[in-house]
């Protein structure tokens, strides 16, 4: 029968939800119930995003403070993001990822009800370690459990659902704000409570327990019993030059949280415009994440890098021609678009270059560059706009964006070709099954007992 004849149009609403199945399907269990703790963590985000907000507005603290504020936060970021990582191959993932957020949940709650400006500073500083200390053991045991040919989907639909809780976030927390800051973080400590049951309940440990033989070769080529300590990762020139490209356009990305709200109100939009424009950030990856990502899968990771860095260091560029809400959304729409296409694509490159017994420690290193990002870029755009102007600084931000264009390009031309997507030798996740396909099914009775439970719908 045609599509005519039975009342369906031809590449109409059919096509799009065959698409978004071959987006989600295929991935094992355990990978939807840490995407579902993923987006519980996500939807309770209020207190990085508002905390600026909070000091200025409820303490009636000075935008200078605030920034300092902000700035420790980093800082607790950057001490954690090494640690966690470490955790993360001595402990295991998912110890490490139930200390971290129940740290965080007593963390935020404390924070709500600090008065004293030493420290209101000093508790932000252990949110900002605590918060951060998770996301080596989330990446690596992602890593873990879903086979090399999946993860850069596997990694784009974690980042999707980030966005997804962020954009329902942000607009929960303005309405809750308006009943009272103190309980916008005690909703944020409920709901990572609520992530650490998950943790706990459905998702087994994932680390690879030590093999004979060697280590996938699209996994750095690393043998199971290479024994992998932070001076390896330090050593490892490739790997750290790719830590310092994203380095470079986490410092870009960051300027939309700081640097972006100062120079519209210098222009003398409000905040609720300033809302508005961030807000496209998030619907815009809700919307294009999945299809991008299909288009995306398989394509060459150097020139997916490549047009990424031009896409966000000229996106922030553009603010500099911005004189309406609309043209700063443009913007907006155009480095988010670098965003969606560099996110899954430099955390399969990380992957790719990590050996398996050291995961922990490389996406640790990893994360490093976003928590300094997070750290430096408030007080270097800040700087900037003071001495020079925002122009200049969204100048710099393009100027920025060529350079690591440039340093993937020169960096990712002597990048190995792909291994084989379907490479065994991998070391045998704890777990998973001897007799579990990739894909979660049972393929014999060694399988029986170690699958983890149905995951939630997608």
Same mark, same amino acid.
């Given at each position: 029968?045609?599509?005519?004849?039975?009342?369906?149009?031809?590449?109409?609403?059919? =096509?799009?939800?065959?698409?978004?199945?071959?987006? %989600?399907?295929?991935?094992?269990?355990?990978?939807?119930?840490?995407?579902?703790?993923?987006?519980?963590?996500?939807?309770?985000?209020?207190?990085?995003?508002?905390?600026?907000?909070?000091?200025?507005?409820?303490?009636?603290?000075?935008?200078?403070?605030?920034?300092? %504020?902000?700035?420790?936060?980093?800082?607790?970021?950057?001490?954690?993001?090494?640690?966690?990582?470490?955790?993360?191959?001595?402990?295991?993932?998912?110890?490490?990822?139930? $200390?971290?957020?129940?740290?965080?949940?007593?963390?935020?709650?404390?924070?709500?009800?600090?008065?004293?400006?030493?420290? $209101? *500073?000093?508790? *932000?500083?252990?949110?900002?370690?605590?918060?951060?200390?998770?996301?080596?053991?989330?990446?690596?045991?992602?890593?873990? +459990?879903?086979?090399?040919?999946?993860?850069?989907?596997?990694?784009?639909?974690?980042?999707?659902?980030?966005?997804?809780?962020?954009?329902?976030?942000?607009?929960?927390?303005?309405? +809750?704000?308006?009943?009272?800051?103190?309980?916008?973080?005690?909703?944020?400590?409920?709901?990572?409570?609520?992530?650490?049951? %998950?943790?706990?309940?459905?998702?087994?440990?994932?680390?690879?327990?030590?093999?004979?033989?060697?280590?996938?070769?699209?996994?750095?080529?690393?043998?199971?019993?290479?024994?992998?300590?932070?001076?390896?990762?330090?050593?490892?020139?490739?790997?750290?030059? %790719?830590?310092?490209?994203?380095?470079?356009?986490?410092?870009?990305?960051?300027?939309?949280?700081?640097?972006?709200?100062?120079?519209?109100?210098?222009?003398?939009?409000?905040?609720?415009?300033?809302?508005?424009?961030?807000?496209?950030?998030?619907?815009? $990856?809700?919307?294009?994440?999945?299809?991008?990502?299909?288009?995306?899968?398989?394509?060459?990771?150097?020139?997916?890098?490549?047009?990424?860095?031009?896409?966000?260091?000229?996106?922030?560029?553009?603010?500099?021609?911005?004189?309406?809400?609309?043209?700063?959304?443009?913007?907006?729409?155009?480095?988010?678009?670098?965003? +969606?296409?560099?996110? /899954?694509?430099?955390?399969?490159?990380?992957?790719?270059?990590?050996?398996?017994?050291?995961?922990? =420690?490389?996406?640790?290193?990893?994360?490093?560059?976003?928590?300094?990002?997070?750290?430096?870029?408030?007080?270097?755009?800040?700087?900037? +706009?003071?001495?020079?102007?925002?122009?200049?600084?969204?100048?710099?931000?393009?100027?920025?964006?060529?350079?690591?264009?440039?340093?993937?390009?020169?960096?990712?031309?002597?990048? /190995?070709?792909?291994?084989?997507?379907?490479?065994?030798?991998?070391?045998?996740?704890?777990? =998973?099954?001897?007799?579990?396909?990739?894909?979660?099914?049972?393929?014999?009775?060694?399988?029986?007992? =170690?699958?983890?439970? *149905?995951?939630?719908?997608?």
């Amino acid at each position: 029968m045609s599509a005519s004849m039975s009342g369906e149009r031809p590449g109409g609403g059919s =096509r799009l939800r065959r698409a978004v199945a071959q987006s %989600v399907s295929g991935l094992p269990r355990q990978f939807w119930w840490l995407w579902t703790s993923t987006l519980i963590n996500r939807l309770g985000s209020f207190v990085a995003t508002f905390l600026a907000l909070y000091l200025t507005v409820e303490r009636g603290y000075s935008a200078s403070y605030a920034g300092l %504020v902000g700035a420790l936060y980093g800082l607790g970021g950057v001490v954690s993001s090494v640690g966690g990582g470490v955790l993360a191959d001595r402990l295991g993932r998912r110890p490490t990822l139930l $200390i971290a957020q129940l740290s965080t949940a007593a963390s935020v709650a404390l924070l709500g009800f600090m008065t004293d400006p030493v420290a $209101i *500073a000093a508790v *932000a500083c252990l949110v900002g370690m605590a918060s951060n200390a998770s996301r080596p053991a989330v990446q690596a045991m992602m890593a873990d +459990i879903v086979a090399p040919e999946d993860r850069v989907r596997a990694f784009s639909l974690n980042y999707w659902a980030i966005n997804l809780g962020f954009a329902v976030s942000s607009t929960a927390a303005g309405l +809750i704000a308006e009943h009272g800051y103190l309980a916008l973080f005690l909703g944020e400590s409920a709901l990572v409570l609520a992530c650490a049951v %998950v943790v706990f309940v459905k998702l087994p440990e994932s680390r690879p327990q030590e093999a004979d033989g060697p280590g996938d070769a699209s996994d750095g080529g690393a043998g199971g019993r290479e024994r992998v300590s932070m001076l390896t990762v330090l050593r490892d020139g490739r790997f750290m030059t %790719v830590v310092g490209l994203n380095l470079l356009l986490a410092l870009i990305f960051q300027q939309a949280y700081v640097s972006m709200p100062v120079s519209m109100g210098q222009d003398g939009f409000s905040s609720a415009d300033f809302g508005v424009v961030i807000a496209a950030n998030g619907v815009l $990856i809700v919307l294009l994440q999945i299809p991008v990502t299909r288009f995306i899968e398989h394509r060459s990771p150097a020139l997916l890098l490549i047009g990424s860095a031009l896409l966000a260091g000229y996106g922030f560029g553009l603010t500099a021609l911005a004189g309406s809400v609309a043209m700063y959304a443009v913007a907006v729409a155009v480095w988010t678009l670098g965003e +969606i296409i560099n996110s /899954p694509t430099q955390m399969g490159l990380v992957v790719r270059l990590s050996p398996v017994q050291g995961r922990g =420690r490389y996406q640790g290193m990893y994360a490093l560059s976003w928590s300094v990002a997070s750290l430096t870029a408030p007080l270097l755009g800040g700087t900037v +706009i003071d001495h020079y102007g925002a122009g200049t600084l969204w100048a710099g931000c393009a100027a920025v964006g060529t350079v690591a264009a440039l340093g993937y390009a020169l960096l990712l031309r002597r990048l /190995p070709g792909r291994a084989s997507d379907g490479g065994s030798g991998e070391p045998r996740a704890e777990g =998973r099954g001897t007799g579990e396909r990739a894909d979660g099914e049972r393929t014999g009775a060694g399988a029986a007992g =170690r699958e983890a439970d *149905a995951p939630v719908a997608s």
